[in-house]
């Protein structure tokens, strides 16, 4: 049985500029992808101190992982994204690169975008953790 997902954003609350206040799955199976981080394929980290890079692969590794299991950015029906910044025009940059990047349609759900002072690896930037309604 495919999910049914229905995005909404309810005429009380603010404007956004494209994710989705509500999310809402009908039924079928969930896939919870890891955090992506900017690793290539070795685990060596990708584009160290350049957000952009890290991000391009980011979005390419949440890719791969989305069609491991047969699914496809638009069927993320949650998204988080930790960018280590304070600074809002960064944190706004790196939406806007994530919603251009190959994956960019699955921010148009229930989407969280932090700030952070620090992630995982050494030198990593950002991390987009997934969550995917996967098609029947």
Request: with cysteine; glycine share 12%; aromatic share 4%.
């Amino acid at each position: 049985m495919a999910s049914e997902i229905t995005r909404i954003n309810p005429g009380e609350l603010h404007a956004t500029p494209g994710y989705h206040h509500i999310t809402v799955v009908e039924a079928g199976r969930t896939a919870f992808l890891a955090g992506q981080c900017p690793l290539d394929r070795s685990g060596e980290l990708v584009g160290p101190g350049d957000l952009d890079a890290q991000i391009d692969q980011v979005a390419a590794n949440a890719m791969a992982a989305l069609s491991a299991v047969g699914a496809r950015p638009e069927h993320v029906v949650r998204s988080v994204i930790y960018v280590v910044s304070d600074d809002v025009a960064a944190l706004g940059a790196a939406w806007r690169r994530l919603n251009g990047s190959v994956i960019g349609t699955a921010f148009t759900t229930a989407s969280t975008l932090l700030g952070v002072a620090q992630l995982g690896f050494s030198g990593q930037l950002i991390e987009v953790d997934l969550t995917a309604a996967l098609p029947g």
